[in-house]
């Protein structure tokens, strides 16, 4: 019964993994859109939501069948939980990169000025590196490292909170751009949503490796 429960374990985490890696390619894809103005990049990332949410859900009824055939307990029963809550994250990861790359296509038409555009890759680089390392925290066991990542979160939130104040300024500057600037501020809004998700999946394993809840803490203690 063990071994049947560890194999299923083992090859749950694994679908999750591969999840996340669609989850991961539709934010890169999304992004280069939103620099390229790619509208076939930004429409394959709209595209392939649904398989991502059908897995989703492949994902959460096993999670429901394994609780429901096995009862496990203690650190099983948090490993599960654990798998259905990150789960979930990395669906709404895939559903922000469907927006962003939504707003892609939008700006895709307007030819905007070279000191109008907004550059993210900044914000880009710490939001995925911030979920890149939430999962490796995930799959390696490591606490110590979904601490160090939750606290990089207040620079993601500084880097959209000056994406604002730049929109105010560009759109007196170039009303006739006003649908990019505003774009700009929702694709921002979208990253900076990322960043927070993987500040989520930090503290799901936290739960996971030493049963603390720490969610709604300002601060998580190195």
């Known amino acids: 019964m063990r071994d049947r429960f560890t194999f299923e374990i083992e090859s749950l985490k694994q679908r999750l993994l591969d999840l996340a890696t669609a989850a991961d390619r539709a934010i890169i894809r999304a ?9 076939d990049d930004a429409r394959a990332v709209i595209a392939a939501d649904s398989a991502i949410d059908a897995e989703e859900v ?14 496990p307990v203690a650190g099983d029963l948090r490993l599960i939980v654990t798998i259905l809550k990150v789960n979930g994250e990395l669906e709404r990861v895939a559903d922000l990169a469907s927006n962003i790359a939504a ?19 900044p914000m880009v680089d710490r939001a995925h590196k911030m979920l890149r390392g939430a999962l490796d925290a995930f799959v390696c066991h490591r606490p110590d490292q979904a601490r160090k990542i939750i606290l990089e979160d207040d620079a993601v939130d500084a880097l ?6 730049e929109a ?26 990322i960043a927070d998700i993987a500040t989520n999946i930090c503290e799901d394993v936290i739960y996971l490796e030493e049963g ?6 300002k601060r998580v203690e190195q």
């Open 31 to 39: 992004v280069r859109a939103v620099d390229t103005a790619a509208s």
């Open 58 to 71: 492949t994902i959460e009824e096993e999670c429901l069948k394994l609780m429901a055939l096995y009862q």
């Open 103 to 121: 707003r892609a296509i939008d700006m895709a038409t307007d030819a905007v000025p070279a000191d109008c555009r907004h550059d993210f890759t």
């Open 160 to 165: 959209n909170a000056a994406c604002y104040t």
């Open 168 to 193: 105010r300024t560009k759109l007196l500057r170039f009303p006739d751009h006003a649908g990019y600037v505003l774009d700009c501020v929702t694709i921002s809004h979208s990253i900076e949503r």
């Open 212 to 217: 603390q809840i720490v969610r709604h803490q």
